[in-house]
Nanobody
């Protein structure tokens, strides 16, 4: 059974940093794309960042230069380092896995999802 468990969310002031982690189990994900999405209240879920097996990364324009995605294949874990946080980054952040090798930004491509972790940025 595939399971994705996010951690690291919380409350932070604007300009601060948080590091999200997502531990995957139930399968080896080293050849798959791992990504992060977020959903703010009243808004649709949106793509944040993704990384493929070769460490190629793609970011949403809204987080470029502030967020960094990375992965540890030995630990089946993906990370999202979030710096210079803004109140508009407030959302539930979801980890997701796409069982293919090419990066996609649309959420319907992703096969497995975590339960989400809340990130709140105060002004």
């Amino acid at each position: 059974q595939v399971q994705l468990v996010e951690s690291g969310g919380g409350l932070v002031q604007a300009g601060g940093s948080l590091r999200l982690s997502c531990a995957a189990s139930g399968r080896t994900f080293s050849s798959y794309v791992m990504g992060w999405f977020r959903q703010a209240p009243g808004k649709e879920r949106e793509f944040v960042a993704a990384i493929n097996w070769g460490a190629r990364t793609v970011y949403a324009d809204s987080v470029k230069g502030r967020f960094t995605i990375s992965r540890d294949n030995a630990q089946n874990t993906v990370y999202l380092q979030m710096n210079s946080l803004k109140p508009e980054d407030t959302a539930v952040y979801y980890c997701a896995v796409d069982a293919t090798i090419s990066i996609a930004t649309n959420d319907d491509r992703y096969d497995f999802w975590g339960q989400g972790t809340q990130v709140t940025v105060s002004s």
